[in-house]
């Protein structure tokens, strides 16, 4: 059994001979329990929740499975071009009808040529209201690079 041989600085009302700093070997003995029950019932609490992960992993691993199989289904049938075609309008009325709406507001697209004849994409938005971003490319396929890293699926 560990005794703490320091003198208390503090004590704990009604355990005058006990300091705070007691450890639990200390503690035990006081309350006639022994270190059996409660380290029996502390592995079985983590035996639980060990096995209630288990099985959320497991849910949730049978989830992502169901839905990537869903998504290449729906990438067969429709394209995303499409999709996204049918919600700009209402994401437009809706956008422009709430300033402060949390919904991710985008400008847009926009294709700059240059006099030398050199075609630069720039694509801006703000995310959240909080933070405008501006990206120029080189290429269309470096700004679906750089759009896949920003917004990751």
Do not use: W
Request: proline share 5%.
């Amino acid at each position: 059994m560990f005794i703490n041989t320091t003198k208390p600085k503090t004590v704990v009302p009604g355990f005058a001979h006990l300091p705070i700093r007691s450890s639990a070997a200390t503690l035990l003995p006081c309350f006639h329990a022994g270190h059996h029950p409660t380290v029996c019932s502390l592995s079985q609490a983590a035996l639980l929740d060990a096995e209630r992960t288990v099985q959320v992993a497991l849910g949730k691993a049978s989830m992502v499975d169901d839905l990537q199989n869903k998504n290449q289904e729906l990438m067969k049938q429709i394209e995303i071009c499409q999709v996204l075609l049918k919600m700009l309008p209402s994401y437009y009325k809706h956008v422009h009808a709430h300033d402060n709406t949390l919904i991710t507001k985008f400008y847009g697209l926009h294709q700059i040529t240059l006099r030398v004849g050199k075609k630069i994409y720039v694509f801006s938005g703000m995310l959240s209201n909080f933070r405008k971003i501006t990206l120029s490319t080189k290429s269309f396929q470096d700004l679906v690079k750089d759009l896949k890293n920003m917004f990751p699926l």
